[in-house]
């Protein structure tokens, strides 16, 4: 094992080439005022697997492979089921 970042998302978008939008989510509590607050980062992430929007996936860092990709799909973690009536606008 190596000691790259990893982390988990969800796709948000494959319409590329062999890259997919990853939204990293991340809960804390501020500092001062103790409050929860969410945060989320989104990142493009080269996928040979073969994303569906949805599927929660983990990525870890790589040399930069593009301009804005320096993150790799390693595994799908959950798969996001779909039914065929799932159309535009839902």
Not at 6 to 13: A, E, P, Q, Y
Not at 15 to 36: A, C, D, G, N, S
Not at 46 to 75: F, L, N, T
Request: charged share 30%; with cysteine.
């Amino acid at each position: 094992m190596n000691n790259r970042r990893r982390m988990t998302g969800v796709v948000t978008s494959n319409k590329m080439t062999k890259t997919v939008v990853v939204e990293i989510t991340r809960k804390f509590r501020h500092p001062l005022y103790q409050k929860v607050v969410y945060s989320s980062k989104r990142v493009k992430a080269h996928d040979e697997i073969g994303c569906q929007i949805g599927d929660q996936v983990q990525i870890v860092e790589s040399a930069p492979i593009s301009r804005d990709k320096r993150w790799v799909v390693e595994s799908i973690v959950k798969r996001e089921i779909r039914n065929a009536d799932q159309g535009v606008g839902e």
